[in-house]
């Protein structure tokens, strides 16, 4: 059998170390501090590049559309969704929102510095309220839904921002346990009737009021 040449061995092996003490990607973080109320599309053009922005329809409450931007619109993984209060000229950001399989994370505020993402307990966007907070019932158009802070580290976004986090109980809780955390009503998060649904975020929305 023919040896692989010494030089093409070598050539491969340092390869294969370069692969290997490649640093692992730097997740992508939202921070309202980037943002403002007087942000356009372009900014997201400028950032993104253009063919990674698009227009598009996006869902809406109660069944609605509405119009907006996307960001990534063919990668779940770091897809954006971008709503305005001039859609037509996609000027005055309204709100910034990651749902669906995107891995951004959101910063919150504070000296910890730290991030909310997608798929995090009731427990961790509690532990990082650093309080108890309400939340609207499950089982209706806005269940799930954060509905007031309470004074805690989240009512604290810089930049006149507002987080605004959803929630979805755990598909395996059924039964009396699911419904005692459903309808259209508000729960403390540190009820045992909500923690027995098993909460986690399923979006996240930088808004900016209109």
Excluded: H
């Excluded at 929102?97 to 891995?103: F, I, L, N, Y």
């Amino acid at each position: 059998m023919r040896q692989m040449p010494f030089a093409l061995a070598a050539l491969i092996a340092a390869a294969e170390a370069a692969v290997a003490q490649a640093p692992a990607p730097q997740p992508q973080i939202l921070d309202c501090a980037d943002f403002s109320r007087k942000t356009e599309e372009a900014y997201f053009v400028k950032r993104f590049g253009r063919e990674n922005v698009v227009t598009a329809k996006l869902d809406g409450a109660e069944g609605e559309t509405i119009p907006g931007t996307v960001v990534y619109p063919k990668d779940p993984s770091r897809r954006l969704e971008i709503t305005w209060s001039d859609a037509k000229r996609r000027k005055g950001l309204t709100g910034i929102t990651v749902r669906g399989q995107s891995e951004w994370l959101v910063r919150t505020p504070g000296k910890a510095r730290e991030t909310l993402r997608l798929r995090d307990s009731l427990e961790a966007v509690q532990e990082a309220n650093e309080r108890p907070f309400q939340i609207s019932g499950f089982g209706w158009d806005y269940g799930g839904y954060a509905t007031g802070w309470k004074g805690g580290r989240l009512d604290a976004m810089p930049a006149g921002c507002g987080l605004s986090v959803r929630f979805n109980p755990d598909p395996t809780v059924r039964g009396k346990a699911a419904d005692r955390a459903s309808g259209e009503k508000d729960f403390s998060s540190a009820d045992p009737a909500m923690r027995a649904a098993k909460p986690f975020v399923s979006s996240l929305t930088l808004g900016w009021p209109e």
